[in-house]
């Protein structure tokens, strides 16, 4: 059974930094696409970063240079760290595992967990 488990959300001020975790069980996450993506009240779910197997990232274009998305396989762990948080990246971040098609910050991973909130105040 498909599991993930997000953890590390929380409120930080303008220009903060973050680590999101997110621990996979019942396949081994090296082999797949893993992700986030994140929701905002009353916005629409966009994909956030991603990572294939061979460890080739993408990312959605106003976190690019700020959010680093990572893996340690051996712990079947996915990571992501956000700097320079700014009051536009608040919302309810998702880990995600897809096991087939294009790999990319997609907002709509077959798998996905609950969620960690972020908050971020100006």
């Known amino acids: 059974q498909v599991q993930l488990v997000e953890s590390g959300g929380g409120s930080v001020q303008e220009g903060g930094s973050l680590r999101l975790s997110c621990v996979a069980s019942?396949?081994?996450?090296?082999?797949?696409?893993m992700g986030w993506f994140r929701q905002a009240p009353g916005k629409e779910r966009e994909g956030v970063a991603a990572?294939?197997?061979?460890?080739?990232?993408s990312y959605l274009d106003p976190v690019k240079d700020r959010f680093i998305i990572s893996k340690d396989n051996a712990k079947n762990t996915l990571y992501l760290q956000m700097n320079s948080l700014q009051p536009e990246d608040a919302a309810m971040y998702y880990c995600?595992?897809?096991?087939?098609?294009?790999?990319?910050?997609?907002?709509?991973?077959?798998?996905g967990g609950q969620g960690t909130e972020v908050t971020v105040s100006s």
């Open positions: 019942g396949f081994t996450s090296s082999d797949y696409c």
């Open positions: 995600g595992a897809e096991f087939v098609g294009f790999c990319y910050a997609r907002p709509d991973f077959t798998y």
């Open positions: 990572i294939d197997s061979r460890g080739r990232t």
